[in-house]
């Protein structure tokens, strides 16, 4: 079975899902109608009982994802919560799943990473996180899901510092699970893919839903809630914003 409607792809061959963010030309950056085809693609996956795993994939060979459209986000039309509702539904998917890294990836398609049970990467691939460099303070969920997966100082270096890193500094940190070439990238993930597919699903499912709750921490997400909509409401962010939008630094006054 394939889907294509506006960007996203699904394709479902026997047990084994495929996503493809198809937005190349502006980096497979996604505006909200795509975040919400993309939801929908998800549970299609979740309710179709003979997929065994879901393989997330971008389309070109320059970037994965670029995050939420930043126009989109600018003007108030989406939210960081849209996008993070999408990275839950992602994480909470039953089945297995492997992001495979056609290019870099930057802002939100970093953290559609993360909310992956494996990530396997390409050698020349980048990847930052730039919401401090515009005022923005990250959705909670997905400040949890960095320092949950990479520690709180990687954390700190991508959300805080908004540091870039290579390919091979990132399976350091254990960001990604895997590390091949461009032209091994579709054998590897396929071969990943297919070796999951054959082992018994539930024993999977159980494995995976007990990681994923032996690796939650203590939050206390109202209150960090608080903290995060008083920073996105805040004028820093109009002005992270409409420097983008102007092409210039911006300046940032704390308020």
Not at 32 to 56: A, D, F, M, P, Y
Not at 228 to 241: H, T
């Amino acid at each position: 079975m394939t889907e294509l409607a506006d960007g996203i792809d699904l394709r479902i061959n026997e047990s084994i899902a495929t996503i493809t963010l198809n937005i190349p030309s502006r980096h497979n950056s996604l505006a909200g109608e795509e975040i919400e085809l993309l939801r929908q693609h998800l549970t299609k996956v979740e309710e179709n009982s003979q997929v065994r795993v879901l393989i997330i994939t971008g389309a070109g060979d320059k970037t994965f994802c670029s995050g939420a459209a930043l126009n989109q986000l600018g003007s108030g039309s989406i939210s960081g919560e849209l996008f993070a509702e999408m990275t839950d539904q992602l994480a909470a998917i039953s089945v297995p799943t492997i992001c495979s890294f056609n290019g870099s990836a930057y802002g939100g398609g970093s953290e559609i990473g993360l909310a992956c049970d494996f990530r396997i990467g390409i050698e020349g691939m980048r990847l930052f996180v730039p919401p401090a460099r515009i005022g923005l303070c990250y959705p909670v969920n997905g400040i949890q899901r960095f320092v949950s997966v990479l520690g709180v100082n990687m954390a700190k270096r991508l959300l805080i510092s908004s540091e870039e890193f290579n390919a091979e500094e990132l399976l350091g940190a254990g960001y990604l699970t895997h590390l091949v070439t461009p032209q091994e990238r579709l054998s590897k993930t396929t071969e990943l893919a297919e070796r999951m597919a054959g082992y018994a699903p539930l024993a999977l499912k159980s494995m995976k839903d007990i990681c994923n709750q032996a690796s939650l921490s203590q939050l206390n997400k109202e209150e960090a809630n608080i903290i995060a909509q008083a920073c996105n409401n805040s004028r820093d962010l109009k002005e992270g914003f409409q420097a983008i939008a102007e092409k210039r630094p911006p300046i940032f006054k704390g308020e």
